[in-house]
C-alpha cells in the first residue's frame, strides 16, 4: 500500500488488538512498511498469523498473537510474549470490538414493525451484555496490561477506534452505538489519567467503512448494495463507503509524538 506521510515509527513496537480485521489489519500493514515491530492480536490465529507472514516474507517485522481482549490472563500471556519477541509496547491500538445480532433490531421505527420481527423489546440482554464487553472492556483490559510498559518509561501513545454512531446513533444498534460512545469517553478519561505520565490517548472515529463483520449487511449476494446500503450512502455527502487506507493519515498523525505531541483527548479533570 501506499502510505499516506512520511512518518518513521523505526524502533517503536506497535500492538494492534482486531488486526484480524480489514480495518486494524491494515493498520498492522501500514505500521510495519513505516518501519514499526508490530504484534498483531487477534482471536482469529489464522488471520494475524498469514498477516505476519505477509509481511515478513516483504521485510517487514511482525509477529501474530492469538488473544482473548476479555481474559485477562490471556493477554498479560501475550504481553509477555510480544516483550521476549519485539520489546515493550510504545504504541496501543485497541481495534477490537464489534457487533451482535443478538443487540441488533429487524425495524428501524417500532411503528413500522411487522409480526415476527426481532423489535426492541425482543433485544436480548446477553447479547446487549457481550457488546458492551467486546468494546468497552475489550479496550481496557489491554490498556491495562501493555500501557505498564509505557508508564515504567514515562512515554507511549494509546489510540482507541470509536465510531460515528458514537455522536450520532444508527437505527437498529442500540448496544454497539452506546457502546463505542463509551469508548469516546473513555478515551478522555484516559488522556487525562496519564497525561502526567508521558502518556497521550486519542480515538479515531470512522464513518461507514466495508468490513468483514457488515459486508452482509450493505451488499447483496450478487454484490449490488442492499437498501440499508442505499440509504447510509444517500446521508453521505460523499455518496461512498470509507475506505480503510483513508484512515492511516489520522492514525499516523496521532501517534507520531513529535508531530502531535500535544494532542490528546482530555475532559476538565474534576
Same mark, same amino acid.
Given at each position: %500500500?501506499? *502510505?499516506?506521510? +512520511?512518518?518513521?515509527?523505526?524502533?517503536?513496537?506497535?500492538?494492534?488488538?482486531?488486526?484480524?480485521?480489514?480495518? &486494524?489489519?491494515? %493498520?498492522?500493514?501500514?505500521?510495519?512498511?513505516?518501519?514499526?515491530?508490530?504484534?498483531?492480536? !487477534?482471536? +482469529?490465529?489464522?488471520?494475524?498469523? /498469514?498477516?505476519?507472514?505477509?509481511?515478513?516474507?516483504?521485510?517487514?517485522? &511482525?509477529?501474530?498473537? /492469538?488473544?482473548?481482549?476479555?481474559?485477562?490472563?490471556?493477554?498479560?500471556?501475550?504481553?509477555?510474549?510480544?516483550?521476549?519477541? *519485539?520489546?515493550? &509496547?510504545?504504541?496501543?491500538?485497541?481495534?477490537?470490538?464489534?457487533?451482535?445480532?443478538?443487540?441488533?433490531?429487524?425495524?428501524?421505527?417500532?411503528?413500522?414493525?411487522?409480526?415476527?420481527?426481532?423489535?426492541?423489546?425482543?433485544?436480548?440482554?446477553?447479547?446487549?451484555?457481550?457488546?458492551? /464487553?467486546?468494546?468497552?472492556? $475489550?479496550?481496557?483490559?489491554?490498556?491495562?496490561?501493555?500501557?505498564? !510498559?509505557?508508564?515504567?518509561?514515562?512515554?507511549?501513545?494509546?489510540?482507541?477506534?470509536?465510531?460515528?454512531?458514537?455522536?450520532? #446513533?444508527?437505527?437498529?444498534? #442500540?448496544?454497539?452505538?452506546?457502546?463505542?460512545?463509551?469508548?469516546?469517553?473513555?478515551?478522555?478519561?484516559?488522556?487525562?489519567?496519564?497525561?502526567?505520565?508521558?502518556?497521550?490517548? +486519542?480515538?479515531?472515529?470512522?464513518?461507514?467503512?466495508?468490513? +468483514?463483520?457488515?459486508?452482509?449487511?450493505?451488499?447483496?449476494?450478487?454484490?449490488?448494495?442492499?437498501?440499508?446500503?442505499?440509504?447510509?450512502?444517500? $446521508?453521505?455527502? %460523499?455518496?461512498?463507503?470509507?475506505?480503510?487506507?483513508?484512515?492511516?493519515?489520522?492514525?499516523?498523525?496521532?501517534?507520531?509524538?513529535?508531530?502531535?505531541?500535544? %494532542?490528546?483527548?482530555?475532559?476538565?479533570?474534576?
Amino acid at each position: %500500500m501506499t *502510505l499516506p506521510l +512520511n512518518v518513521d515509527f523505526t524502533g517503536k513496537v506497535v500492538v494492534v488488538t482486531g488486526a484480524g480485521g480489514v480495518l &486494524c489489519g491494515d %493498520m498492522a500493514r501500514a505500521y510495519a512498511q513505516a518501519g514499526a515491530k508490530v504484534a498483531a492480536l !487477534d482471536l +482469529n490465529e489464522e488471520a494475524v498469523k /498469514k498477516l505476519a507472514d505477509d509481511l515478513k516474507a516483504q521485510g517487514y517485522i &511482525c509477529e501474530g498473537y /492469538k488473544a482473548n481482549v476479555l481474559d485477562p490472563a490471556a493477554l498479560e500471556e501475550v504481553h509477555q510474549q510480544v516483550l521476549k519477541d *519485539l520489546g515493550p &509496547c510504545d504504541i496501543l491500538v485497541n481495534g477490537a470490538g464489534g457487533n451482535n445480532p443478538r443487540a441488533t433490531t429487524d425495524n428501524e421505527y417500532q411503528h413500522e414493525a411487522k409480526e415476527g420481527q426481532k423489535t426492541f423489546f425482543d433485544l436480548d440482554a446477553s447479547g446487549v451484555d457481550f457488546v458492551f /464487553k467486546l468494546n468497552f472492556q $475489550g479496550t481496557l483490559l489491554p490498556t491495562q496490561v501493555f500501557v505498564k !510498559d509505557m508508564v515504567e518509561r514515562k512515554h507511549g501513545n494509546i489510540l482507541n477506534i470509536s465510531s460515528m454512531n458514537a455522536y450520532i #446513533p444508527l437505527t437498529k444498534i #442500540p448496544a454497539y452505538s452506546g457502546a463505542k460512545a463509551a469508548i469516546s469517553n473513555f478515551t478522555q478519561w484516559l488522556a487525562t489519567h496519564f497525561a502526567g505520565s508521558g502518556i497521550r490517548a +486519542n480515538a479515531i472515529a470512522p464513518g461507514f467503512l466495508v468490513s +468483514n463483520q457488515n459486508r452482509a449487511l450493505l451488499f447483496n449476494a450478487d454484490g449490488t448494495p442492499t437498501a440499508r446500503s442505499e440509504k447510509i450512502l444517500k $446521508g453521505t455527502p %460523499m455518496g461512498r463507503f470509507v475506505d480503510s487506507e483513508e484512515l492511516l493519515g489520522g492514525v499516523f498523525f496521532l501517534t507520531d509524538d513529535k508531530a502531535a505531541s500535544a %494532542m490528546f483527548a482530555a475532559y476538565s479533570g474534576v
